[in-house]
């Protein structure tokens, strides 16, 4: 009795990790697929996502995702951005503080910059972000990012009902080293399944 319980656990439980796997790799693949499409096309605001600044400079990170705004808001995709970010170990710089300033230094006028500060998860800044943008009626956002982290951005948005587009950073430092990258893209499985589990 107790061999045959112990073989039908041990076969669910085969079959669980079986399962797991396959949607991990499902997942996997979603997010690369993402990571190499760029979406770009009008909409109501460009969204940066934040990353590490340094003493007020942009990491070569954060500063791949700001170039690559700057470029889509000067060819008119949107009239308005959004930076976002808290703070990080650093307490006198927050990430959107910076990004606003790198932004405003590189010609985009700061009336149409809104620099969203107040959150530290990702989740928690779409949140944010989503209530901005539905204060002001937006319904669209053009969202920068890394590649490995766009698929969970775009879904995440969807959940507080903004229509999301992606495009990845080209010059991101991260996308460019290939252990790097399979190790966020890792990452992003989890934490996508994460919170999936927890919403």
């Known amino acids: 009795m107790i061999g045959r319980a112990l073989k039908w656990g041990t076969l669910l439980l085969t079959i669980a990790m079986i399962a797991l796997a396959g949607y991990w790799g499902y997942l996997y693949r979603q997010i690369r697929n993402c990571a190499a499409r760029d979406e770009a096309q009008k909409a109501d605001v460009i969204v940066v996502l934040g990353a590490a600044q340094y003493n007020g400079r942009p990491s070569p990170v954060f500063k791949a995702r700001l170039d690559h705004?700057?470029?889509?808001?000067?060819?008119?995709?949107?009239?308005?951005?959004?930076?976002?970010?808290?703070?990080?170990?650093?307490?006198?710089f927050s990430e959107a503080h910076v990004g606003t300033v790198y932004l405003t230094q590189h010609g985009?006028?700061?009336?149409?910059?809104?620099?969203?500060?107040?959150?530290?998860?990702?989740?928690?800044?779409?949140?944010?972000?989503?209530g901005l943008m539905q204060a002001k009626g937006w319904k669209t956002a053009l969202v920068v990012s890394d590649g490995f982290?766009?698929?969970?951005?775009?879904?995440?948005?969807?959940?507080?009902?903004?229509?999301?587009?992606?495009?990845p950073a080209p010059n991101s430092p991260i996308e460019t080293g290939s252990s790097q990258r399979l190790l966020y893209s890792v990452r992003e499985v989890l934490l996508l399944s994460a919170y999936r589990m927890t919403s």
């Open 108 to 130: 985009i006028d700061p009336d149409v910059i809104i620099t969203e500060q107040g959150s530290g998860s990702t989740v928690d800044t779409i949140e944010a972000v989503s």
């Open 69 to 92: 705004a700057a470029g889509l808001f000067e060819k008119g995709y949107a009239r308005s951005v959004i930076t976002t970010g808290g703070y990080g170990p650093d307490p006198n």
């Open 149 to 167: 982290h766009l698929f969970r951005l775009k879904q995440v948005f969807k959940d507080y009902g903004i229509l999301a587009y992606t495009s």
